[in-house]
């Protein structure tokens, strides 16, 4: 009696690995199109079958982590907010330091991922970086807790955030900045950024830059423009307040890609950064260090946030206790807001 064949065959055949050949029997993306045609023919013409009960067993444990990216309005065509892409790096380290397979994967926000994975054995656990409008985004990452989902997500932790969260103190990375420029003499200010509820992380970044203002007696004399994280949405917000004739000491913004638009903005009128307004961004991404002048701003220790985000994953996949982490900010001065140290 001819033996059933086996992925192994068709790998054989194919000339690909077996989990080549899992991927494109499962019409993953990961798998270009004309291998996966290739694979699901030989399939076909050997008669393969899917041991669903071997494969569940198998994929009882995948040692697979999936990383969910998901899109953000940018500049170009990307839709990928460049202080991710450096997250990337070190969450493909520290899986690798792990014996884990990453398994990336670009989202748009109006699908319905939370659904895909709860019936599917793709990865052992989940890993969201971004959200888009978290008010949306917050009730499909319930129903991944509702489900048993093993998953983290870098964000602000909260009282009523569903899951476990890795992020960066926005509030003490707000103050810290403001602070910084109280410390360089400046008197009236503006912040660029969304400070409600749909955008949780710039908020918090809006409060602890507040407070200090409040603290210090100088509240009224702050003016805020709402800005999405793009250049020309920062570019936008500049000529608003260009145009209300009435131009703050200071700019804070509540990422460096809007900073990046002011900057344009502030340069194409002629408008000299610092001398005759300083400007601070958020994230410390690798171009803030190239603009003219190079960006003042707030570091996120991606490093630490990528081992953070899968050491942390791993842990609840193994059914440990696991908590939110919150990081520190650290203040990162350069010269779009003058040279004096914190």
């Known amino acids: 009696m001819k033996e059933k064949a086996t992925s192994f065959d068709i790998a054989h055949l194919a000339g690909v690995s077996q989990s080549t050949v899992s991927r494109?029997?499962?019409?993953?993306?990961l798998v270009n199109q004309e291998t996966r045609e290739r694979v699901q023919r030989i399939a076909r013409e050997l008669n393969y079958k899917v041991d669903k009960?071997?494969?569940?067993?198998?994929?009882?444990?995948?040692?697979?982590?999936?990383?969910?990216?998901?899109?953000?309005?940018t500049s170009d065509d990307s839709m990928i907010n460049p202080f991710f892409l450096a997250m990337l790096g070190s969450i493909t380290r520290a899986c690798a330091q792990a014996n884990y397979d990453l398994l990336v994967s670009f989202q748009n926000l109006d699908d319905d991922?939370?659904?895909?994975?709860?019936?599917?054995?793709?990865?052992?656990?989940?890993?969201?970086?971004?959200?888009?409008?978290?008010?949306?985004?917050?009730?499909?990452?319930?129903?991944l807790e509702s489900q048993g989902t093993h998953f983290v997500r870098w964000g602000a932790p909260d009282a009523a955030h569903p899951g476990v969260s890795i992020g960066c103190d926005n509030v003490q990375g707000g103050?810290?900045?403001?602070?910084?420029?109280?410390?360089?003499?400046?008197?009236?200010?503006?912040?660029?950024?969304?400070?409600?509820?749909?955008?949780?992380?710039?908020?918090?970044r809006f409060d602890g830059y507040?407070?200090?203002?409040?603290?210090?007696?100088?509240?009224?004399?702050?003016?805020?423009r709402n800005a999405i994280s793009t250049e020309d949405a920062g570019s936008a917000a500049a000529r608003s307040l260009i145009e209300s004739g009435t131009l703050p000491e200071a700019i804070v913004?509540?990422?460096?890609?809007?900073?990046?638009?002011?900057?344009?903005?502030?340069?194409?009128?002629?408008?000299?950064?610092?001398?005759?307004?300083?400007?601070?961004?958020?994230?410390?991404?690798?171009?803030?260090?190239?603009?003219?002048?190079?960006?003042?701003?707030?570091?996120?220790?991606?490093?630490?946030?990528?081992?953070?985000l899968v050491n942390t994953l791993i842990k609840a996949i193994n059914n440990e206790v696991v908590q939110d982490y919150l990081m520190p900010a650290d203040v990162i001065v350069r010269q779009s807001c003058g040279s004096k140290q914190v």
Request: hydrophobic share 35%; charged share 20%.
């Open 210 to 224: 507040f407070s200090v203002l409040g603290a210090h007696g100088l509240d009224k004399n702050s003016v805020q």
């Open 253 to 308: 913004c509540a990422s460096d890609t809007i900073a990046i638009g002011v900057l344009r903005e502030l340069r194409q009128e002629n408008i000299n950064v610092p001398d005759d307004v300083a400007v601070v961004g958020y994230d410390n991404i690798a171009v803030s260090a190239y603009t003219t002048p190079s960006l003042t701003t707030v570091q996120q220790n991606t490093k630490l946030a990528g081992e953070l």
């Open 175 to 204: 103050r810290s900045i403001t602070e910084h420029l109280l410390s360089m003499n400046k008197r009236s200010f503006a912040f660029i950024g969304d400070n409600g509820d749909h955008a949780p992380e710039f908020k918090a």
């Open 53 to 73: 009960n071997a494969s569940n067993l198998r994929k009882q444990k995948s040692s697979t982590i999936a990383l969910l990216l998901f899109e953000d309005p």
């Open 113 to 143: 991922w939370h659904a895909e994975y709860e019936d599917s054995n793709k990865a052992d656990g989940i890993i969201l970086l971004g959200y888009g409008d978290y008010t949306n985004y917050q009730t499909k990452v319930a129903q």
């Open 24 to 29: 494109a029997l499962n019409n993953s993306p």
